[in-house]
């Protein structure tokens, strides 16, 4: 990878970011909606264009960043010019003012108060939790069962964040939630697609859906919070800090803030976690070679035992395979900020209200930067390549002042997770089976991810049982 051929490809001779042409009332809109994935890859890939290119989504013009730098000036360097995009400020219907969508001191404050719980010291006492929900869910398979890695991981996931998050065991509510999210999920596409908003006080069948889904997960909300603040024992989770903290002024967070960040945490630590994995298993299934190295490493660092936090420097070939599912397959696809002032990028003028895309879709997968991008590699990740890697090549977590408040305690997960179950079942994909990629907000298995459970070798088991 030399500068050259890693340098930013901006045409000069054009006044404005050339792009694809569009019909003249809906621009790209019906070429972007039957095939986002391919509409974006299109677009970056076309030499002539460069590595900024506008489109249009009706009214709307877009800026698509191709290239590590010119995404480091947004999310960076020159951040205070743009706000989150209009799919995430449609997403207040659910999140309300959580970290996720909030803007300003708004946001600054929240960030202040939530961040002493993400701190990597506090975050490594989840770990037996998290094992232990993984255990939980174990010991309903049966080999020879086939069953949905999706669902399956949407629930682990959720049980988990219910749990080390906020100290409840949730139960039968599980499925409960997790339909309610994706029915929000489904409905959330339909009215952000494309960037078509539809007003979500108008009463099509789509925002009932919307609405009812959302009722039902704030009633399980308010019920944990009402009975945690009735609750007098001292606890050490997440929401018990959230009710215990306070700003300069000693205001604590209402009911409806408290909302706001749980709803969100528990949309962002369920749903982005369970996609990931539910493609890394896919991968894994898809090449047995790579399987083959990780159960090897697992039998060489446990020894049979269940994985903890103190493993985790030693489970470097199961970190890796998490970091190249989350290229190939980023749980988050792609994500957008909107100029809140007239600014530049790559030397082209940008007006206020202009949107600006990023696809982590893309530039995982920009052969640029790695080698044989289509291909599952894991052992790409040595500590040499993470170094000359350019900072926004791989941002499966988005970067800057808005870096996700919980990637750590997500990258922990999901290896802890990846261990545990490794370990006792191999998962192999459904015969017959036909992947179709659906990228809703993050990136689904639109038929879910059917696997059929086989258990390991006795070998790679002792210890396990009983333990």
């Known amino acids: ?211 009812a889904a959302i009722r039902q997960l704030e009633a399980i ?65 898809q090449n047995p070679d790579v399987e083959n190295k990780l159960v090897a490493e697992l039998e060489a660092v446990l020894n049979g035992r269940l994985p903890t936090v103190a493993d985790l420097p030693n489970l470097v070939y199961a970190e890796q395979v998490v970091k190249e599912s989350m290229r190939l397959y980023p749980p988050v696809w792609a994500f957008a900020r909107v100029a809140v002032r007239d600014c530049e990028i790559g030397g082209y003028p940008v007006r206020s209200g202009t949107s600006i895309a990023m696809s982590q879709w893309v530039m995982h997968r920009d052969a640029r930067f790695f080698d044989r991008p289509a291909e599952f590699i894991p052992e790409r990740w040595t500590d040499e390549f993470v170094r000359r890697l350019p900072r926004f090549a791989f941002f499966p977590f988005g970067g800057g002042p808005r870096v996700c408040i919980g990637s750590s305690l997500a990258m922990m997960e999901a290896v802890l997770l990846l261990a545990a179950i490794a370990q006792q079942f191999r998962l192999t994909l459904a015969p017959g089976y036909s992947l179709e990629i659906w990228p809703t907000v993050t990136l689904h298995p639109r038929h879910g991810m059917p696997m059929a459970i086989t258990r390991r070798r006795p070998s790679l088991l002792q210890g396990i049982v009983g333990s």
């Open 1 to 211: 990878m030399s500068a050259d051929t890693n340098a930013i490809r901006i045409p000069t001779d054009k006044r404005v970011p050339p792009g694809p042409a569009g019909n003249l009332a809906l621009g790209n809109l019906t070429e972007f909606r039957r095939d986002p994935l391919g509409f974006f890859t299109r677009c970056a890939r076309d030499a002539e264009r460069g590595d900024l290119v506008r489109y249009r989504i009706a009214h709307v013009n877009v800026y698509l960043l191709n290239h590590p730098d010119l995404i480091e000036s947004v999310l960076v360097t020159d951040h205070h010019n743009f706000i989150k995009g209009r799919t995430l400020q449609a997403g207040r219907v659910l999140l309300g003012e959580g970290l996720l969508t909030s803007e300003g001191e708004s946001w600054r404050r929240q960030r202040r108060l939530m961040q002493p719980a993400f701190h990597r010291e506090r975050i490594a006492v989840y770990g037996e939790a998290i094992v232990a929900s993984a255990q939980q869910m174990l010991a309903a398979w049966r080999p020879g069962e086939t069953r949905d890695a999706h669902q399956e991981m949407a629930r682990l996931t959720f049980q988990i964040v219910a749990q080390t998050l906020f100290g409840v065991q949730v139960g039968a509510e599980a499925d409960e939630v997790s339909i309610a999210l994706r029915v929000f999920l489904e409905q959330f596409r339909n009215q952000v697609d494309a960037a078509l908003l539809i007003p979500d006080w108008l009463p099509t069948p789509g925002n009932l859906r919307l609405r």
């Open 221 to 285: 909300i308010y019920r944990i919070i009402r009975a945690r603040r009735a609750d007098r024992a001292e606890r050490d989770d997440l929401l018990a800090a959230l009710l215990r903290a306070q700003d300069e002024d000693g205001r604590q967070m209402t009911d409806r803030q408290l909302r706001d960040e749980v709803m969100t945490l528990f949309l962002a630590g369920h749903e982005t976690t369970a996609v990931a994995l539910a493609w890394t298993w896919y991968l894994l299934s």
